[in-house]
């Protein structure tokens, strides 16, 4: 009878140890879940991305510096991250450039001519049509209309390009990088640029942007004053308010401008589009009217700042460009444009070796940028109406004045010089 109590209780203690490891094991797993699930306080949406994005770094914003996609990093500092998920963003987020997507962006099939060019130097309408939208005019001007009626609510250090700059939050809800020039030179330069893209029908490409007078003992200010005493802005600057935009990521030359140390940039031409795939040449599309934008404004700090590195870095052109960014919905997003104008027509000796060349690289053009083009040489009022649109757009216009005479006339002559070369792209493509 002992034996048999012994030899009971002995099978009783042997389920109680199965049954114990059995919720040990399940509570193993549930802590794993655990560890990959929501944080405390988390939302089921966050969760969700960091999961998605697992091995990645977080989505990139302003001044993300770029890994070629499909290649090793040359360096620590590039991060191998390619663009995030679409499906993984939150709805308000996708697309905040532009309303349009293209096929491919929405996952369906890219349909492409089967020529995309038509005339010889102009895109085809089907391409042109791929080119995803970006910002739209309607919500651009809600966004102005909201940005110079919002108060300042925060203003943080980080994520805008220089230590002077700040990542303002805004009472609607809203944010967006303030810049605040080196000289008031650089703030006008930004905003001209901004009107001149409007004048060049390429707008959309670039973040709204509105003036604002610093003025931390009332109105739009007074809410920051004490973040205001550490930013060393002098009282009354104005500055730049560029709406912030989520989820960008970094953006490399495509291969006809991707120079090495002492090889000169080939002209991008129809007969050079061969084998390239739809994606390729909707960005070159874009490519060609940013080229163009870069040259009439003499800006150094894009593709130019790449050129010039090229004398230390042979493969730089590989790298992220500066000041370009790609959003969600594959449309590039032409950034801080201060260094255009007024800043880049004073240095143009220094600067221009670098532009021409660039400008030479491209004989294939949007129609519609090359007639606007081409009016604006007709007529030689390309600084009058750009001091139209400026006043007209810009309550603060008169603040920062405009370019000097003789900028004006620079800017007609970058304007002229721009039109004889489209004119020569399409007499050099006529004769093949």
Not at 368 to 377: F, S, V
């Amino acid at each position: 009878m002992r034996r048999a109590g012994l030899a009971g209780l002995g099978s009783v203690a042997v389920l109680w140890l199965l049954a114990l490891a059995s919720l040990l094991g399940l509570w193993s797993e549930r802590l794993a879940a655990g560890g990959r699930g929501s944080r405390p306080g988390e939302a089921a949406g966050e969760s969700g991305r960091r999961l998605g994005l697992a091995g990645q770094a977080a989505p990139k914003t302003f001044r993300a510096l770029l890994t070629l996609p499909g290649q090793p990093p040359d360096g620590a500092s590039e991060s191998g991250q390619g663009p995030p998920p679409r499906a993984l963003l939150p709805p308000r987020a996708r697309p905040a450039v532009g309303g349009v997507e293209t096929a491919a962006a929405m996952g369906g099939p890219e349909r492409l001519p089967a020529s995309p060019v038509r005339g010889g130097i102009f895109w085809s309408r089907a391409l042109e049509a791929q080119v995803p939208r970006g910002f739209p005019a309607d919500e651009t001007a809600s966004w102005l209309r909201a940005a110079r009626a919002a108060r300042v609510v925060s203003l943080e250090r980080g994520g805008c390009g220089r230590s002077s700059n700040r990542l303002a939050r805004l009472s609607d809800g809203s944010r967006a990088c303030v810049r605040y020039g080196i000289n008031p030179e650089q703030i006008q330069g930004e905003a001209l640029s901004y009107h001149l893209a409007e004048l060049l029908g390429i707008q959309e490409r670039l973040p709204p942007l509105a003036l604002s007078r610093v003025e931390p003992r009332g109105g739009q200010w007074a809410q920051v004053r004490e973040e205001l005493r550490g930013s060393h802005w002098a009282e009354g600057a104005v500055v730049s308010l560029a709406r912030w935009v989520d989820n960008l990521t970094d953006v490399v030359a495509p291969a006809p401008w991707r120079a090495e140390a002492g090889r000169r940039l080939q002209p991008l031409a129809a007969g050079e589009l061969r084998g390239l795939a739809p994606a390729q040449l909707v960005e070159l599309v874009q490519w060609s009217d940013l080229i163009l934008f870069d040259y009439l404004t003499a800006n150094f700090d894009r593709l130019v700042s790449n050129l010039f590195s090229l004398q230390w870095d042979p493969r730089v052109m590989h790298r992220a460009t500066s000041n370009l960014l790609r959003a969600p919905n594959g449309g590039l997003v032409f950034l801080d444009n201060e260094a255009g104008l007024g800043h880049g027509y004073r240095l143009l000796a220094m600067w221009d070796k670098y532009n021409e060349p660039l400008l030479r690289s491209v004989c294939l053009f949007r129609e519609a940028t090359a007639q606007r083009l081409r009016e604006l040489h007709r007529l030689r009022n390309a600084a009058a109406e750009l001091r139209r649109l400026y006043r007209t757009r810009e309550p603060l216009a008169e603040t920062l004045g405009f370019l000097s005479d003789q900028q004006a006339q620079l800017l007609q002559d970058r304007v002229d010089l721009v039109h004889r070369h489209i004119v020569h792209c399409k007499a050099k493509a006529a004769s093949l």
